[in-house]
């Protein structure tokens, strides 16, 4: 590849640049330049400069995913690591982590070192989580040292949260060790096991209280502070209440952060009215109010919300079928979170670079590079691992474009703001819009 992507709008979080009318060199899979005009003989121009009153494509770091789930090994029907990241590089992301909810659970040295070279195939950077408990079952703690050895990235029973505050305390002074961070799925068990008589899985109970949220997300909080050190994140906020405590331990100085999905941020409760089936709206932790949505945006904006995560969770056909009480929780995300995020998730027009930054620079802290996570920066000399994205773009979510094997998402058929481009992955090209690109001239140069 030797090609110069005129008139783009650089925006890079972690150096603090965002500058519009740029050019971006890339050859032979590095940044060799971004001025503002360069024209080096003999290399081809795909110009992107936007038509009067049309806001500018943008250039910026790829999208990090810190929560993701890839079904493989045990459920390939769902979806696979390959099509997973085939999902991702298509949203912009270049680096996922993937959640150890497969089956069976990435809870061993060996089973994280499978899950890895699994990952080291896909078109984007798939990194691993493990287990914090054997099993998930919240008993006994992993090889903490062991799996960190292997590769891990961080550790997470996401999916459960059965592990007292004591034993969390233990595994996050273990990870703390490894230099890395502990994930957690807040909600009480045992609360949402009481809103739901007769249930006898808490993966699958429709109801869901805030209250059970708030109380995980306490309970997190004291394992931490009891432990007197480790990093606690918290996975899929979902509900105001939950904002106050966290808003509370920032202000303590505890080691806390949060993240936030694109659903949740533009989503609210399922009507029966609605026309698509109201399952493919049931997610763990639930939809809440329009009120909590407007609260989550605004920590996100703020920035006492990290990141956005997808917590894109492919599911079968048959497993979203039927009523919201019996369908599986958990809808794909990695497609359309940019789109989301932009058209219904209150983070377009000025709010522009704040939505790049939680998908950049603010994943990045969260696990960092002792996790195994590549900076996410634009810099003339180094490997091109970027998103180009239109922010104005209008498209259909149309079940034949996906490239996840899934299809449970209640956005089949809305019409969002905002498309990617160009996605590529440590100099190579993962993923080109054909249609839009096209359009700029001297496609050839680009081939996915």
């Keep these: 590849m030797n090609v110069i992507l005129r008139g783009v709008r650089v925006v890079d979080p972690l150096s603090g640049v965002d500058r519009d009318g740029l050019d971006v060199w890339l050859c032979d899979g590095r940044i060799a330049g971004i001025d503002r005009r360069i024209s080096p003989p003999g290399v081809r121009v795909i110009d992107l400069t936007p038509p009067s009153g049309h806001a500018a494509r943008v250039l910026s770091p790829g999208f990090i995913d810190l929560h993701a789930h890839f079904r493989e090994p045990g459920e390939e029907p769902k979806e696979t690591v390959s099509s997973g990241a085939n999902a991702a590089a298509a949203g912009g992301f270049t680096q996922v982590v993937a959640m150890a909810n497969t089956q069976p659970s990435i809870d061993t040295p060996a089973s994280v070192g499978e899950a890895r070279a699994r990952g080291s195939a896909g078109r984007v950077r798939v990194h691993t989580v493990a287990a914090m408990t054997s099993g998930l079952r919240g008993e006994k703690l992993v090889d903490v040292a062991g799996c960190a050895a292997a590769g891990a990235a961080a550790f997470s029973d996401d999916g459960r949260n059965a592990a007292p505050a004591r034993l969390l305390g233990d595994a996050l002074r273990a990870a703390d060790g490894v230099g890395r961070a502990v994930l957690v ?3 009480d068990e045992g609360m949402v096991l009481a809103a739901n008589p007769g249930a006898t899985s808490v993966v699958r109970c429709p109801e869901r ?3 059970c949220e708030a109380t995980a997300v306490q309970s997190a909080l004291r394992a931490l502070e009891m432990a007197g050190r480790g990093r606690l994140h918290l996975q899929h906020v979902s509900a105001a209440v939950s904002l106050d405590l966290l808003r509370g331990a920032r202000e303590r100085g505890m080691a806390v952060t949060a993240e936030v999905t694109p659903h949740h941020l533009s989503m609210w409760l399922p009507f029966e009215d609605e026309p698509d ?11 809440r109010t329009d009120h909590d949505r407007e609260a989550l945006v605004r920590a996100l904006r703020e920035g006492l919300i990290d990141a956005v995560a997808t917590d894109h969770a492919p599911h079968t056909v048959g497993d979203k079928v039927g009523s919201y009480a019996e369908a599986a929780p958990g809808m794909i995300g ?7 995020c932009l058209t219904l998730g209150g ?9 790049v930054e939680r998908l950049t620079a603010g994943p990045y802290r969260v696990l960092g590079a002792s996790a195994g996570l590549r900076e996410p920066r634009l810099q003339a000399g180094e490997i091109a691992d970027c998103v180009l994205f239109d922010p104005e773009e209008e498209w259909t979510v149309h079940s034949p474009q996906l490239r996840s094997l899934s299809r449970n998402t209640p956005l089949l058929g809305t019409t969002l703001r905002g ?7 440590e100099g190579r090209v993962a993923y080109v819009n054909q249609t839009t690109l096209a359009s700029a001239g001297n496609l050839e140069v680009l081939r996915a």
Excluded: C, F, Q
């Design 185 to 187: 799925h807040p909600e």
């Design 209 to 211: 209280p805030a209250a």
């Design 277 to 287: 089936p109201v399952a493919l709206r049931k997610v763990n932790p639930p939809l």
């Design 334 to 340: 990695l497609e359309t979170a940019l789109a989301a």
């Design 347 to 355: 983070m377009g027009g000025g709010w522009l670079p704040t939505l």
């Design 419 to 425: 498309r990617v481009l160009l996605t590529l992955v």
